[in-house]
């Protein structure tokens, strides 16, 4: 009996906690788990809400942003004036025929080729796959460089050999059919992937049985495939449109020939004006964002009336449409597509540069006179501006790389791993720049920067903190479906074990997720070394990018050397993508 009761004996009650023991320790760790998300709405605040509340603030001000002078009192709707004004409206409808124009074109050219290369027995089909993605690697505002070069009315190269061979001028592509034209080319890839990938996935039972109930090739494909492709084909549309409507840099080098403005290149005419009109700027741009959000919310609305699942748990097979005598055809619309985004702008800078001259009178003269030569080359290569900034332009990409890798990290673990409270906020605000044009966001960052005590403006520091605050949303869509494939129950087991959450994610999870990761980061750092439009009002004479000296010297009548700069930039951009496949590579071996 003794036994029995000595437990008893040894065991003492435990005093029992008073209700305000209890209250104080529930408020003590929900301090503690707000902490941590607290930080990072401090640094999403400052990167990304605070650059957007400027612009709109300033859009109802009557003075910028700037250093000890907010004004919050004198509120006004005077800046939209210039929103219903000859000017804007003129601006918007360009920018609406222009997302419209390049988004049908680019839709054909990018679904046709993922169709032919995932679907069909086209020629060279591995060749034509690789056709598709190429211009990606070609910055659109190089290829738009290129097709000035080409197609001036009076200067371009293909007006010149055409006189040469005693034929009047054929092109002209300062105007909107032009300025679409070559929007289309350089962001056909777009849709190419997104398309492809639709092709690729989708299950053959229903062509299969519409075929067995007697439905010919093209009916099938007009009335099931691309029905059934539908939410890639219209994402892709939106996609394009939404990234030509935002465009700077393209619309500036070919509508700025022709006396065309878009909404960007308005607003960039607004800041640079003397005196600066920001505040009317910030307002047009509040109408540019409106465009956006409009446009997205309707292809959300379209996608969601309609299922269109048609990926089931069977295996399945692909049906490869055979293509007959439009075999051949096929093959060479593909080629035509390489030829014009591809050859004839990459032929077209090396010939400006290697001719002795700026001023080109003859195409064929040029090599019967013995007038090329390397010269600009060897100059573009010595000098010390283009060496800075390409050097400024890898730096830069490096670090926003590295830096927004990490952030969009650790913000899509807390929101995907943890129940710490306002997780779900994290993510929304990390997708925010999705909707905020690149000329939107950039002015805003450049008021931010100006205001903040913080002495980063005029260094490379604030164009890093730009790009990852601008590639943010592609960031954050990397990590998250990167730490959605990997199971909780792998770092819960090594806590469980006495392991701390940190120690757990950073042996466990993180390792697994390298190859994503370092994907992540791959696309970071081509994003960053490709852009121009964010940076454009924070560069300093010291901190100008490869992307800058480009815009500048074509904006300044410097052909030879812009020409000469963007080969060189193109060959960086081949050479980080030819690393990042090597790099993709090794990763997946081990």
Not at 6 to 27: D, M, N, T, V
Not at 318 to 333: D, E, H, S, Y
Not at 421 to 447: D, H, N, Q, R, T
Not at 503 to 516: F, G, M, N, Q, Y
Request: aromatic residues 8%; glycine residues 8%.
């Amino acid at each position: 009996m003794t036994l029995m009761k000595e437990p008893e004996a040894l065991s003492e009650p435990r005093p029992a906690k008073s209700p305000s023991g209890a209250r104080s320790s529930k408020r003590k760790t929900a301090v503690k788990r707000s902490i941590f998300p607290t930080v990072l709405y401090a640094i999403l605040a400052v990167l990304i809400l605070l650059p957007i509340a400027l612009v709109v603030l300033a859009a109802f001000t009557t003075s910028p942003p700037r250093p000890g002078n907010i004004n919050l009192t004198e509120l006004t709707f005077a800046n939209f004036a210039t929103v219903l004004g000859p000017g804007t409206g003129q601006a918007a409808i360009n920018s609406l025929l222009v997302g419209a124009g390049s988004s049908i074109l680019a839709l054909a050219i990018g679904g046709f080729l993922a169709f032919i290369t995932a679907r069909t027995n086209v020629y060279w089909r591995g060749f034509m796959y690789f056709v598709g993605l190429v211009p990606m690697f070609l910055p659109s505002y190089v290829g738009a460089l290129a097709w000035a070069v080409l197609g001036g009315p009076n200067a371009g190269l293909i007006n010149i050999l055409a006189r040469d061979l005693g034929l009047p001028g054929i092109v002209d592509i300062f105007n909107i059919g032009g300025l679409i034209f070559v929007l289309a080319l350089y962001y056909a890839p777009y849709a190419f992937l997104l398309i492809h990938s639709s092709f690729s996935l989708m299950s053959p039972d229903l062509e299969e049985a519409a075929r067995i109930h007697g439905a010919k090739a093209g009916d099938v494909l007009r009335k099931v495939t691309l029905p059934l492709a539908t939410p890639a084909i219209l994402g892709a549309g939106i996609l394009i449109f939404v990234l030509t409507v935002e465009n700077f840099p393209v619309s500036q080098i070919i509508g700025s020939a022709g006396g065309l403005d878009t909404l960007p290149t308005y607003i960039y005419r607004l800041m640079n004006s003397a005196p600066s009109r920001a505040n009317e700027a910030a307002a047009v741009a509040i109408t540019l964002v409106l465009i956006v959000l409009i446009v997205t919310a309707i292809q959300r609305r379209i996608v969601s009336k309609r299922n269109f699942t048609t990926v089931s748990g069977k295996g399945m097979k692909l049906t490869v449409m055979k293509l007959g005598w439009f075999r051949g055809p096929a093959l060479a619309i593909g080629l035509v597509y390489f030829t014009l985004s591809t050859v004839l702008p990459l032929s077209a800078l090396l010939f400006i540069t290697l001719h002795d001259s700026p001023y080109v009178g003859s195409v064929t003269g040029a090599f019967t006179e013995g007038r090329m030569s390397l010269d600009m080359f060897v100059d573009t290569l010595t000098s010390d501006l283009v060496l800075r900034a390409t050097l400024n332009s890898v730096v830069v990409a490096i670090s926003a790389a590295l830096l927004g890798t990490l952030l969009a990290f650790i913000v899509s673990y807390v929101v995907n791993r943890t129940k710490m409270p306002g997780k779900e906020g994290l993510g929304y605000v990390s997708m925010l720049p999705l909707a905020v044009p690149s000329i939107v966001l950039g002015l805003g960052l450049l008021w931010t920067w100006l205001i903040l005590p913080v002495p980063v403006y005029g260094t490379l520091l604030v164009l890093v903190i730009a790009f990852i605050a601008a590639q943010m949303p592609q960031g954050y869509q990397g990590a998250s479906s990167s730490i959605l494939q990997v199971h909780a129950d792998l770092e819960d087991s090594a806590v469980m074990h006495g392991a701390s959450r940190w120690r757990a994610v950073s042996k466990i999870t993180a390792p697994l997720l390298r190859i994503p990761l370092t994907s992540t980061f791959l696309l970071l750092l081509m994003l960053s070394m490709r852009e121009l439009t964010v940076p454009l009002f924070l560069f300093t004479t010291d901190t100008r990018l490869i992307s800058i000296v480009i815009f500048d010297d074509f904006e300044n009548g410097i052909l030879q050397r812009s020409a000469a700069t963007s080969l060189v930039y193109c060959v960086v951009i081949f050479a980080l993508a030819f690393v990042s496949q090597k790099v993709g590579a090794g990763q997946k071996k081990r």
